[in-house]
């Protein structure tokens, strides 16, 4: 069954950089789009950035600059690197796997997508 379990959270202050790793299992990673979802206290969750079965990558505007996501098949790992960040940044952040394969951005995410279990992010001074 697919697995994702993400890594690397912590506690920073604001300016400061933390990189999450999500290792997957359970399925052929290369094959399919993955996303980092994020989900702030009291809040929904909201997409923060994909990296597409296409190659393609998108991110949400306010990350821009400051979030690189990137994925290594052979290991089977998708990473996010965040840099600059910001108090608004605090939140859980999940991987999510597109349950079908070979799709590209046209959805940046949906509920149907599979998730980990999270890692927190705390940015505070």
């Known amino acids: 069954q697919v697995q994702l379990v993400e890594s690397g959270g912590g506690s920073v202050q604001p300016g400061g950089s933390l990189k999450l790793s999500c290792a997957a299992s359970?399925?052929?990673?290369?094959?399919?789009?993955m996303s980092w979802v994020r989900q702030a206290p009291g809040q929904g969750l909201e997409w923060v950035s994909g990296?597409?079965?296409?190659?393609?990558?998108r991110y949400k505007d306010s990350v821009k600059g400051r979030f690189t996501i990137s994925r290594d098949d052979a290991k089977n790992t998708l990473y996010l690197q965040m840099n600059n960040l910001k108090p608004e940044d605090t939140a859980v952040y999940y991987c999510?796997?597109?349950?079908?394969?070979?799709?590209?951005?046209?959805?940046?995410?949906?509920?149907?997508?599979?998730r980990g279990q999270g890692t927190q992010v705390t940015v505070s001074s």
């Open positions: 999510a796997k597109d349950p079908l394969p070979y799709r590209g951005p046209a959805i940046l995410y949906s509920s149907s997508w599979s």
């Open positions: 359970g399925f052929t990673f290369n094959m399919y789009s």
């Open positions: 990296i597409y079965s296409d190659g393609s990558i």
